[in-house]
DNA sequence: GCGTTCTTTGCTCATATGAGCACGCGCAGT
DNA sequence: ACTGCGCGTGCTCATATGAGCAAAGAACGC
């Protein structure tokens, strides 16, 4: 019974799926009524030997999301499909794509929109067709713009997230990190600055993504740190950083000596937000993503599906709550 | 349209068939009429966006299978399904098991048949079950029983089938290939040969396989023929031997001195066979494979899909139709 | 500007499919 | 043997889906 039905259930979806036969005429063709046709079909399909995938580069996982959301307790998750998908850069473009797309169905719309910055922003900023909202402004929430190697690479994706929208792009003139903790107080404490992440704090959505802990962190390609102090991060247990702060595995920071010279909206604010959106993809990160679900830094998270899957494998929900200091 | 339509069409695809919506559901989550949802599926199916693929063991590919025949003018075709096989074990028994199931199920139930040996037969045998037709007697069409170092697989292979069918097997007491031609001529006016030969080339229906034109071939490893012989045997053109007798990429036999010392079922009886159905799988025997059908000496082929799609690219339509002797 | 043609849209209707149910068969306990 | 239970089977009926069609709309030439 066991045997022979799997066969016959092959067989079946053989000329269901591939034939495109009426259960009836499958019936009649393997000598069987068509509820009995019906069964296998169901059968088979339950035991897994249909397999069904949508190959197209905007193709999300429904049910990767679903469970995402559920066993990690997110809002939300975007998750694209990674069938077929080469090379780094093109899983980065789907994934900030699908960052972009979820934007722009976003309901309500925000009135302010809180970002970071970074490669993964800016990709996102690219893929936003103009007009996907109307009216929404943009903050930036942690510093960097100057310093910058790529000049204005962080500018210009909240300008072009802004415009696109019909808003306008509330830049935080300071570097990310300063060198000494009385510059970041005094410059924290600049009107001009203050206003800014003041209106960060107050903002009705954030965007942001994440860093991986290593050398090629765009903190150590603007200068901000050197490629030692980011070993020495690790060391410690850091495994990316979040708005410009590294974390570690728990989500807590890892070395709070820096993280008090780091200017920009704390990740208290994050955790504490309605609606933050994290956009995290590529096998690099999986550990950020980690610690960024887990930690509850984001309400919806943006990702690829290997990243999903490595998520739901290891389920976040946090161990050990915080980390020694 | 063009661009929006695809879009709006995946997301249908994901809702239909990643999480079970009906249509008219979709409909109202994607604000759109049941129809254009029905439309926007049947076109995301043309375009090919979605991939149904059954995955099993015994799974066929049917359009593969339509696609060869129609091309190569079989009158059937078995296509295994590929997906996730590692190893050419694996293949190898796939293919065998599908021979096995088409020879069970194949009517009107041949009284005799006539089979070839080797490691792919023998396998074919071995898939057999019990009692998979009643009555069918067995003959063998070439010669080896004798030389073949692995003692009586030949042998075995023809009396497995016929036991398993309750038949009885006539086995061929004759080499695969003679040193002198006086002798393969006085063996083939033996009473006995002469009468299996005959009773060969009356049977209902022929079951072979083909060998790779290299020095793994089983008439090296049987002792009939050395390295150095296949070596000049392929530098005159062999891609793999049928029955035992080497062919070129057009069937056309590559050595007449030799095929005339080889014993057995001449070619041509196989290509005037009402049915003969050819047993070959794996990457390494696409050559042959392509021979066979191309030269028509089979009317049915078992294979795997890559090497069906490999026969349908080059569509073995028989260009240049003989070779120089 | 106007008619023509081709495409797209929303429909009706026939068909295909799935849910739920009652029957009958086989099996075990008494 | 009898009876109760469980399972697979084939059914009825509600629902989902696809074919075909007429009207609306867009694109085009005159």
New binding site residues.
């Given amino acids: ?1 066991i045997e022979s039905d799997e066969l016959l259930s092959i067989r079946a979806a053989e000329l ?1 799926y591939e034939e495109d036969k ?3 005429e499958i019936g009649s063709i393997l000598a ?5 046709v ?2 296998l ?2 059968q088979a399909k339950a035991s897994g030997f249909i397999r069904i995938e949508i190959v197209h580069p905007r193709a999300r996982r429904l049910p990767v999301e679903r469970r995402l959301r559920e066993t990690c307790g997110l809002a939300d998750a975007i998750v694209v499909s990674t069938s077929g998908v080469d090379d780094q850069e093109e899983l980065q473009s789907r994934t900030a794509q699908a960052a972009a797309d979820y934007l722009a169905t976003l309901r309500p719309v925000p009135r302010t929109l809180g970002i970071s910055w970074g490669r993964t922003l800016d990709d996102v900023s690219r893929h936003l067709e103009d007009g996907w909202a109307s009216g929404v402004d943009v903050v930036q929430i942690n510093g960097g713009v100057s310093l910058n190697r790529r000049a204005g690479t962080a500018a210009s994706t909240a300008v072009t997230i802004a415009q696109k929208a019909g808003g306008h792009a509330t830049l935080l003139p300071s570097p990310a990190i300063l060198e000494r903790l009385e510059t970041k107080r005094a410059i924290e404490s600049d009107r001009a600055v203050a206003a800014v992440l003041d209106l960060a704090s107050g903002a009705d959505a954030y965007l942001f993504s994440a860093g991986t802990a290593d050398a090629t962190s765009v903190l150590v390609d603007s200068g901000y740190l050197t490629p030692d102090d980011v070993s020495e991060l690790v060391r410690r247990g850091a495994v990316g950083d979040v708005v410009g702060r590294y974390v570690n595995s728990n989500g807590a920071i890892v070395d709070p000596r820096l993280d008090e010279r780091t200017i920009g909206l704390p990740l208290e604010s994050l955790r504490a937000a309605q609606l933050s959106i994290a956009v995290i993809a590529g096998a690099a990160k999986h550990a950020v993503a980690r610690a960024v679900v887990g930690s509850g830094l984001c309400t919806v998270l943006v990702t690829d599906e290997e990243t999903a899957l490595h998520l739901i494998e290891n389920h976040p929900t946090v161990q050990d709550s915080e980390d020694h200091a």
Avoid: F, S
């Avoid at 069987?32 to 009995?36: C, G, I, V």
């Fill in positions: 019974m269901y009426t259960q009836d069987l009524t068509r509820w009995k019906g069964r079909l169901a």
